[in-house]
């Protein structure tokens, strides 16, 4: 019996001792929110999870994340933002710039790290990329200023071509980043002597109309402007674009992994993955203020021959010397 009930004093020492030690270092446990416009699947999210276990950080065990999602319907992003400080979470991922606006419009204590952000001083999320100063900074791919270079490797690709349809999605960017890349785009292809068709989609229904526009003008190859709604249809878009036998050249390699003929733009693995560091930093003690805005550092052109040879297309040894991958 005496044996027993020490045996049971230790449990009881153990129950009120250790049981609230453990719950406390539980609640320690840094919370995350991610906030995105789009599924965060869109923008490579199990490339971020893959970074932060790097860093030594795993979900579930010594991390918690919240993600919210506005699935498109941008409208619902300040709110998203407001319920991810009511939670009190010790940092917020926001992608893309849309996200990003709403995050800085819900919290000025709250670090803030963006990714998938075109113009960030631009969009008035930071003064300048090398001291962002207050609660916010991140990463930027230049995906917006790239359109002239993409329309430039399409004209390679179609040296003949005269009509390009350029697909993109009103608001899908902030303001002055989505003004700046149209006006750049007109100015390009004006420089190349291709006439320019702007068709616009403003949600998932559009697609047809807007491909069905393209036939009757007659288009001979097609552009897609970055946005994350054409991002997340993107499957959708390349099937489009084959069944109207349309070459086109993208702002993101999941379109040439779908079967889209080519794609330019920034490694966006590096950047969530660059993102995931900030965030690693941040959780560590560094403040947002000290850790200047990172720009895409990689830039890839990828081209899928399969589809090329589907279209018809003989592209030129000089394209093809300039990818960075060839798709067989």
Same mark, same amino acid.
């Given at each position: 019996?005496?044996?027993?009930?020490?045996?049971?004093?230790?449990?009881?020492?153990?129950?009120?001792?250790?049981?609230?030690?453990?719950?406390?270092?539980?609640?320690?446990? !840094?919370?995350?929110?991610?906030?995105?416009?789009?599924?965060?699947?869109? &923008?490579?999210?199990?490339?971020?999870?893959?970074?932060?276990?790097?860093?030594?950080? *795993?979900?579930?065990?010594?991390?918690?994340?919240?993600?919210?999602?506005?699935?498109?319907?941008?409208?619902?992003?300040?709110?998203?933002?407001?319920?991810?400080?009511?939670?009190?979470?010790?940092?917020?991922?926001?992608?893309?710039?849309?996200?990003?606006?709403?995050?800085?419009?819900?919290?000025?204590?709250?670090?803030? *790290?963006?990714?998938? *952000?075109?113009? !960030?001083?631009?969009?008035?999320?930071?003064?300048?990329?090398?001291?962002?100063?207050?609660?916010?900074?991140?990463?930027?791919?230049?995906?917006?200023?790239?359109?002239?270079?993409?329309?430039?490797?399409?004209?390679?690709?179609? !040296?003949?071509?005269?009509?390009?349809?350029?697909?993109?999605?009103?608001?899908?960017?902030?303001?002055?980043?989505?003004?700046?890349?149209?006006?750049?785009?007109?100015?390009?292809?004006?420089?190349?002597?291709?006439?320019?068709? &702007?068709?616009?989609?403003?949600?998932?229904?559009?697609?047809?109309?807007?491909?069905?526009?393209?036939?009757?003008?007659?288009?001979?190859?097609?552009?897609?402007?970055?946005?994350?709604?054409?991002?997340?249809?993107?499957?959708?878009?390349?099937?489009?674009?084959?069944?109207?036998?349309?070459?086109?050249?993208?702002?993101?390699?999941?379109?040439?992994?779908?079967?889209?003929?080519?794609?330019?733009?920034?490694?966006?693995?590096?950047? *969530?993955?660059?993102?995931?560091?900030?965030?690693?930093?941040?959780?560590?003690?560094?403040? !947002?203020?000290?850790?200047?805005?990172?720009?895409?550092?990689?830039?890839?052109?990828?081209?899928?021959?399969?589809?090329?040879?589907?279209?018809?297309?003989?592209?030129?040894?000089?394209?093809?010397?300039?990818?960075?991958?060839?798709?067989?």
């Amino acid at each position: 019996m005496r044996c027993s009930m020490s045996g049971l004093t230790i449990v009881l020492f153990l129950g009120i001792f250790l049981g609230p030690l453990a719950a406390q270092q539980a609640a320690k446990r !840094p919370r995350i929110g991610y906030l995105s416009s789009n599924a965060p699947e869109t &923008f490579r999210v199990d490339a971020f999870r893959q970074a932060l276990q790097e860093f030594g950080w *795993v979900e579930g065990q010594n991390l918690l994340v919240d993600y919210r999602s506005a699935d498109g319907q941008f409208a619902r992003l300040p709110e998203l933002a407001a319920e991810l400080v009511r939670l009190k979470v010790d940092v917020i991922v926001a992608v893309p710039t849309v996200s990003a606006l709403a995050a800085q419009q819900a919290t000025r204590t709250i670090p803030v *790290v963006f990714t998938h *952000v075109s113009d !960030p001083v631009g969009s008035g999320l930071v003064p300048s990329l090398a001291q962002p100063g207050g609660n916010i900074t991140g990463f930027t791919h230049l995906n917006a200023e790239l359109s002239p270079k993409r329309l430039a490797f399409l004209t390679e690709a179609m !040296p003949n071509v005269t009509h390009i349809a350029a697909l993109w999605h009103p608001g899908g960017l902030d303001d002055r980043t989505q003004k700046t890349m149209v006006q750049e785009t007109e100015d390009a292809a004006r420089a190349l002597g291709v006439q320019l068709q &702007f068709v616009a989609v403003r949600g998932p229904g559009d697609f047809d109309e807007a491909f069905a526009a393209m036939t009757s003008a007659h288009t001979g190859a097609l552009m897609v402007l970055p946005g994350p709604l054409l991002l997340a249809e993107r499957r959708r878009i390349v099937d489009l674009a084959a069944q109207h036998h349309l070459p086109a050249v993208y702002f993101a390699r999941e379109f040439v992994e779908a079967g889209g003929l080519m794609a330019y733009g920034a490694n966006m693995a590096a950047l *969530v993955q660059g993102a995931a560091r900030s965030v690693d930093k941040i959780l560590k003690g560094a403040k !947002p203020a000290d850790l200047p805005v990172e720009q895409a550092a990689r830039f890839e052109l990828l081209i899928n021959l399969k589809t090329a040879q589907a279209l018809g297309l003989s592209l030129p040894p000089t394209l093809l010397f300039q990818a960075t991958e060839v798709i067989q």
